[in-house]
């Protein structure tokens, strides 16, 4: 079974600079997907960015843009220009390219933004 | 306004009792996935249904039942066999069509105490 493992709890970043939030994954697949989803504290998940396993190119969305390092099975997440708005939990998810399965959740980083 | 709704938005339940969780989407979406999140535990799969009548358990799925009698509709029964249902869920769907890198909508969630 896959895993998604993120392994800081919590972060901070003062407002206006960057941060990078961390995520590592098991999988013996070759093809698969992996995204970013942010909980604000409205609760509503919403979808930040993903990226096919299949493209060497980092998948970019305005100041959100991640590091994939596919031999590593790694997937950070860079907030560019941090904003009050940015505070949140982000999670990191898996999903396989095989068949219709569900994504697998990271136990997700509590990021503040301080002013 | 297409999306996902979920109601009740709080919901109290004394123990020994069963509740339903009702989630309704107009995405014309045919999968759709029942989530729980504890604090520090990330979103964690209870039940999922990739078609009409048809549903697979996830991860956590003892103590929960669910239908699916319509593509519309996918209730939750928590019942009084889940020995700690106190917890925030989540339902979500996405349309398979579009393959495993299409977004998984999510509703804004429904809080569960029980007294």
């Known amino acids: 079974a896959q895993t998604v493992t993120q392994s800081q709890p919590e972060m901070s970043v003062q407002e206006a600079e960057t941060v990078t939030l961390s995520c590592t994954y098991d999988?013996?697949?070759?093809?698969?997907?992996l995204f970013w989803y942010k909980q604000p504290p409205s609760r509503q998940m919403i979808l930040v960015i993903r990226?096919?396993?299949?493209?060497?190119q980092n998948a970019t969305e305005n100041r959100f843009s991640v590091n994939f390092q596919k031999a590593a099975k790694s997937f950070s997440l860079k907030i560019s220009d941090s904003q009050l708005g940015d505070a949140a939990m982000y999670f990191c998810a898996y999903r396989s390219g095989y068949g219709n399965t569900p994504l697998v959740f990271g136990k997700g980083t509590r990021l503040s933004v301080i002013a | 306004d297409g999306g996902i709704t979920q109601s009740p938005k709080y919901l109290f339940r004394k123990e020994g009792q069963n509740v339903t969780l009702s989630c309704e989407q107009n995405?014309?979406?045919?999968?759709m996935y029942w989530y729980r999140q504890d604090p520090g535990q990330g979103l964690r799969l209870i039940y999922y249904?990739?078609?009409?009548?048809?549903?697979q358990k996830g991860d956590i799925a003892e103590g929960y039942s669910v239908s699916r009698e319509k593509k519309e509709s996918f209730p939750l029964t928590v019942t009084s066999a889940q020995k700690n249902p106190t917890a925030f869920y989540l339902c979500?769907?996405?349309?398979?069509?579009?393959?495993?890198?299409?977004?998984?909508?999510f509703g804004p969630g429904t809080r569960l105490t029980v007294l």
């Open positions: 249904s990739q078609i009409v009548n048809d549903f």
């Open positions: 995405l014309n979406h045919d999968a």
């Open positions: 999988t013996s697949e070759s093809d698969y997907y």
């Open positions: 990226q096919e396993a299949y493209k060497q």
């Open positions: 979500a769907s996405r349309d398979p069509s579009w393959g495993p890198q299409d977004t998984q909508y």
